[in-house]
């Protein structure tokens, strides 16, 4: 049977890469093959152009081609012969990532990411996002107390983080079957024992 494609999402340090271990842990407790990964990255020329893209300053539709291309791969050489295998794939971040950041924060149409989504994986969409939203000050504060070099992204600005957030928040109105908000200024504990719950009806 086809395994089963879960995505995390949310701004810089709203707490999904500290969710990524517990859910692998809870689904390989049900015996479920698991692998995880990242993105931009997740094969040896996605993680290339991830230093590229969280680094080097670019145009916002070049930065969208690089996220697109490094997904490509990632498709191509992870995510896809997983599923296949039949092992569920979880993934810190994928396409609402490009629609967060690159059209909510840098401004680029949505068209031109929905082209590029269509292109790149028209038949493949997550079966389910988990999208960790919290307030933006709560966020920033986590961020500057774990991290010791801020890249390109978590360089910006308040006013860039609000849209992101925005952008994000409107995916998920659109898609509201797919992608679960999850009140991510909550405790650790509090956040798994809902994320649990999801997990069960996901595995039943
Ligand atoms: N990017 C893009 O622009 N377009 C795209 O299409 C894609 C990506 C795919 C790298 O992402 C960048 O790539 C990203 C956008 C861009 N922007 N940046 N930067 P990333 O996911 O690798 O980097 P990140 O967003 O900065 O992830 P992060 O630093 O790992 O943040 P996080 O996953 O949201 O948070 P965390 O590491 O789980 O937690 C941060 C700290 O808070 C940590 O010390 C935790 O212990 C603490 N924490 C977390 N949750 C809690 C709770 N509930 N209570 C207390 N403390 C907590």
Sequence with gaps: MRGKFITLEGIDGAGK????V???EQLRARHIEVITTREPGGTPLGEALRGIVLNEPMHPETEALLVFASRREHLAKVIEPALERGEWVISDRFTDSTYAYQCGGRGLSENRAAILEEWVHGHLQPNITFLFDAPLAVARERLENGTLELDKFEREQNEFFSSVQSAYLKRAAEF??????????RTLDEIRAELGQLLVALVS
């Design 176 to 185: 509201p079957a797919r992608i679960k908000v999850i009140d991510s200024a």
């Design 22 to 24: 517990f859910i692998a």
């Design 17 to 20: 890469s500290s969710h990524l």
